[in-house]
Structures are given as structure tokens and as C-alpha cells.
């Protein structure tokens, strides 16, 4: 993985001491609050209903076993002992005290990590495929690239007062895993006929209030433009997206507004004074980062291993975890795997110090003490030899981290919801609960197989409930919680947007929603079909039918 | 004391900024409950009312709004000419409209732009725009509510004065100038990124910690 050298690391102490002298006038009064909020969201500190909450970044989702044992320590020394990896990657602190959080920082950037631009109206955290650098369907790394666009983004003097956020999202594989089409600026990289790198450029993508699939505004970028691409996108963003409405201040409605073509009339004006200027990116500063990502530590092995067969057929408990959990490498005899952070009863992706540090254990023993967080709110180890599978499990099994539903219906993306979030209008975590516990049977949830369900306590969307197959939406009605339900959203190439399918839910009729859905899914599937597969060749209707009959009746 | 910082020094300021009155009746916007100030880009910044009401002091250095040197022209012509008119701009007003007025943007000697927000960030391209697009080259002054945590920004983006919030101290924000001492992407200030600027060191070179300054890879 990256690593800082001086310059990186001179960046991240200035800040420190910045967001420390800042923190100190709020404190003594010579900052207001108005003030102050827009410096520390830029530094991830959220103030939330119970206490401050606190995003520390995790670039790309990928850290060491160093700066995971250090999450641990800082949640121990600084919080209630667990955290919580979100849906953008990052690891957030539920519990920390405004005072302590300079310190935190301090802390963090000992083992090269920091907060910066994990909040506020600035470029966000960029993120990739939890599998990048290992997949087998991998065109090129992405990592290098977001590295480089990392660098770019920390404190652009120019974008530091955008109208609203901006995430952006990078992929490297023929199957997209990072979201490119629901961000504000999705690239895709691919092969041009050529046979040389090329990036397809996704603008106006998001999810939140008015959710949107992005536009190609740029079929062929070559790799070298995508910084003073970049720019240009967010300099006509900055100086055109709506500032007196923040519901309508995301970079979609700009480009939606102007039309796609007149958005990229005016980013291609731009971008033709910048074009091959200084922020044009060298085959040296490319080679220099990706340097840090292709490192060759694999054996050479055989891709098959006796002793991982023989475990698999003697131990059905770990043919179902391996079959679920463990995913297909570039490198023979390795295979990436999904430590499950969503074992039933637990708040989805927390984990615990205790949890922490044994991820880091696992990974420095199996995974070249590297680890990732992915998106769907679970740890990825990304390295592990087939023959190390089986105690891997055994040790990952004697902590919760080994729920065999990575990809089932009880692995439930889950936003923090009304529980810890000032900005929910309803609870999420007690859905996701419920949902869990009704839904224990594994034999049940490995018939029904791949299904993605999504919460989110409010339309902001952390939980990205309109690209779940089953999407659940918290809403406020008179003062209440409801919860409106999607059906058909997906992630991926084919990415779509989930349809309500109807008048909203009190709480505790959730699950049995879903149970209804499942039902529908089970009396109409074809053999071989998925879930979102059968609601694609239906549409709702079936599904809205079956659910909303006894009131009917 | 004055408040204005110019070329990394508090310095006396020699201009007057001359306003516009407020407008007869407000233009208040909501969102969800809350007024807020934004204007959307490309909106008018002056009615008639208030352009007409405007007093400009009758000697000295003046900056004035864009509006009102179009509409009153004649009154400031000799002064102009003598380099005593510099023109400010709103956050929300487009250079096109300045540069309509002023075909040679370098017979200005100062242009402000107005920040209504300190976390409005349209002047930081407003002033990235004029500073490389159209090659603007003197006094470049921040006015409206300026504050410490934003000098470094604007400086990157090739502000060279900054007329500090009045209850702000203004030798506090001198330092702030130099919040960080090495930024990673090219600006105004800077166009060369780190890695043109120094040779970084790659994975297998180890973690060589000395950095040595790099005159290669300059790209025309």
C-alpha cells in the first residue's frame, strides 16, 4: 500500500496543528459555531445526538494491521471500545468528546492516517472496489489513480467551498463494484480498441433525496488528463451548482438543469486551457505511486489445495462460510476473503477493539497485514493462501467475524439511522435487527441466495437503500417513524434505481414485508434466477400484490 | 489599525469600498425554514434604486461594484483614467460581465471579490479564472466576510490582498498564510504539482527521506 514520505507526512502534522489551534478558538470563544462547523466537518467531526461523531478516512478502504491495531487503542483510550466502518469505507467514532479530538488526530497521523475531507462541502474520501489489486476480472488497479487523485484533492485551494459535497468513485474491472454511475464523478477505466488505458468519465450520478444515475459526459479520457479533467468538472460545479437550496446543490441537478451536453460544453472550454498543462500526469509520478501497489509477494502455488477440499467436505459449517465468503484472485492459490461484520443482533459494520485487533492478528498472519474495508460495511482480507482458509475461519469463527452471509439477506448495508444520527428521521439498526432475527435460518437464506437489502434512516441515503434489491427507507409522517420500501435497485454495471412499491410501513411490520417479497421471489423464480433477476423480468406488480393483499382483503 | 493584509504585510488601505444600498424590499430565500443569503450565479446584483442611491465619495480611491460602473460611467471616467477606480464584484456575478466592461482588464488597478460567506468558495475560481484564463496581473483583493481559515486558499488562488473581517485579528491571520508549506496539487500560486516540483521516491527505492528539488518535467 502507499506509503508517506516526508512531504505526505508534513501535511497531515500541519493539520493536526491547524484543526488543533481551531478547535482551541472555538473553545475560547473567538470562533462561533457557524464558524467552527464548516472547519471541523471538513475534519470529519460531526456534532450528533448524543455526542460528536467522529470520520477518520480510510482512503480507498485499505489500511495495515498498524493503523487497525491503532483504531483499536483510539476506541478504547478515547471511546466506548468499538467503532463503526460506514458505507463510504471509513471508520467512524460514535463517542468521542470534542475536547480529545485534536489528540485523536495526533494519534492518527503517528500511523499515517487522518480525518481530512471526510465531511463537509469539499471532495470526499474517493472509493474503488473492495477487490482492486486482486480481482480476477481486473482491467487495471484503480489504486494508483485514486492515490494520485487523493494527493490532488487534500486541501485544493479552489474547491474548498464547493456548493454541497462531492464523492467520487473509481473502478478497474469489467464489473463495476465501486458505484461509478451513483457518484458525483464516476471513472471507469477499459481498454480502448487500441488495447491502451482509457477512462470513461460518469458526471451527475447520486443517490440522497433526488436519487439519479449518472451520465457519460466523456466516452475516451486518456489516463494522463484525469486531474485537469477533474478540475474543470468541479470549476464549472463551483461557480454554477445552486448555493441557496442544498437539496438542490449536488453537481446532478447542475448538470440536469444545463442538460448533459451544454455541462460538458462548458467543462471541454475549460479543460482546453489546462489540457496538457502542469496537472497533466506523468508516466514517472504513475509508475512512482502504482510502485507502491505492485509489489510481487505471492508464492507461486497450485490453485487447488488438498487440505482446503478435505475441510470443506468434512465441515459443512465451512463449506457454508467458504461458500459465501470466500472470493476468486488474479494469483493462483490465493483467494480473497469477507470477514462478516454483520452477525445477527449487532449494529451493522460495528466492530469491537477486541474485533480490531484480531482483524489485524488475521491479517498479519494470512493477508500480508493488510486489510480493506468494503463498502457493503465488511473487512476484506485480501491475500490469503487456499491452504490458510480453514484456521483463518477457525479464529475469525471464536469472534463473531464469521457469520456465513456475506452476500445473503441478513448481510444488510445499514446507515447509523435515528440511534446515533441527528440528520435520520427514523431508526435503522432496529430494522436491520429485526430483519436478522426473523431471518435466521441459514439454510433458509442460502435457498433464497444473493440479495442485497439496503436501510437508510433518511434520504440522504447513507444506506444506499436505492440500489438495494430490496431497498427500506425511513421517513418522518406527523412525527412518527415510517419506512417506505424499494424493490429492483441494483449496484454494478447495470446499476438501477429501486421503485416504491407502495404506502409506508410502521416498524415492525418490516419484516414481515420482506418475508412477503421472498415469498413472491420463491413462487416465480426460474431455476438458476436471482432475486433481483425475477424482480427485473416481473416488475412489481406480482411483489406489490402479494404484499399489500390482506389489506386489501 | 488597518485590516488589510497585502503581499504577506498589514498595509495602510488607500481604497474606499463604496456600496450599494440595500434594496427596497429583500429578496428573502428559504430552505427548509432557514433564510439564507446565496444568490444563484448569473443573478442581477443591483436594481435601479439602488444604483442611483449609491454614493460614491467625491475624491480618493474608490472600489466600486461592476453594476454601478456600468450605470454611472461618466461619473468615474476621469478617475479611472488616473487609476483611481478599481471594481468589485459579487460572488454570484459572472466575469463575463467584467470583461465586457473592460476589454483590457489590466488598466484596473485593484479588483475585489465580495465573499457574502466565508464558505461561498465561487471567488476561489472567480479569481483561478482571472488570474490564468485572462492573465489579470495586479492587486487581486478578497473583501466580504474574509477570515484566517480561508487565507490560505485564497492566496493559493492568486488573491494578493485580503481585506480582513474589521473584528478579526488581523496579525492572527497573517499567520495563517502559512498553514501548510508544501501542498500537493499546483493553483494559481504554484502551477507545478509535488511531484514536478521534487523527485518523490518510489516503493523499491525504499524511504529515502531526502527530497531534492526537480527542474525536470516541465510540460509546455
Redesign the interface.
Known sequence: MY?Y???DQ??VD??VA?YRD?TRRYLAGELSED?FR??RLQNGLYIQRHAPMMRIAVPYGLMNSRQLRKLAEITRRYDKGYGHFSTRQNFQLNWPKLEDTPDILAELATVQMHAIQTSG?CIRAITTDQFAGVAPDEIVDPRPMIEILR????????????PRKFKLAVSGSRQDRALVQAHDIGLEFYLDQAGKLAIRVWVGGGLGRTPILGTVIREHLEWQHA?TYCESIL?VY???G??????KARIKILVKSLGAEEFKRQVEADWA??K?????I?Q??F??VA??FT?SRHTALPDQDAGYEAAKSANPAFAAWAKRSVHGHKVAGYRAITLSLKPTGIAPGDATAEQLDVIAELADRYSFGELRVSHEQNIILADVKLGDLYALWEKARTHGLATPNVGLLTDIICCPGGDFCSLANAKSIPIAQAIQEKFDDLDYLHDIGDIELNISGCMNSCGHHHVGHIGVLGVDKDGSEWYQVTLGGKQGSDASIGVVIGPSFAADEIPGVVAKLLETYVANRTEEERFIDTVRRLGIAPFKAHVYAKEAA | MSNLIKNNHIVDDLWTLVTLPAPAEDTVRKQAGKVVIFKVTGEPAATPAQLAGAVIPATGHVIVPLTLWNARKEELASRAARGKVGIWLESYELLEDLLASFPDINSLPVIAINFPRFVDGRGFSLATHLRTRHQYRNELRAIGDVLRDQLYFMKRCGFDAYALRADRSVEDALASLRDFSEPYQGAVDDALPVWRRYGRVSHHAGTAHAIQPSHEDQVD
Not at chain 1, 445552486?242 to 437539496?247: E, H, I, K, L
Not at chain 1, 496538457?276 to 497533466?280: A, E, R, S
Open positions: 506509503i514520505d516526508d512531504i508534513r501535511i500541519e493539520r491547524q481551531q464558524e464548516p472547519l462541502s494527493q490532488w484533492s487534500t486541501f485544493h485551494p479552489e474547491f474548498a467551498g464547493l486531474l470549476r463551483n461557480l454554477y445552486r448555493r441557496d437550496n442544498a437539496y486551457l489546462t496538457d498543462g502542469p496537472g497533466t506523468t514517472a509520478e509508475d512512482r510502485s507502491f509489489a
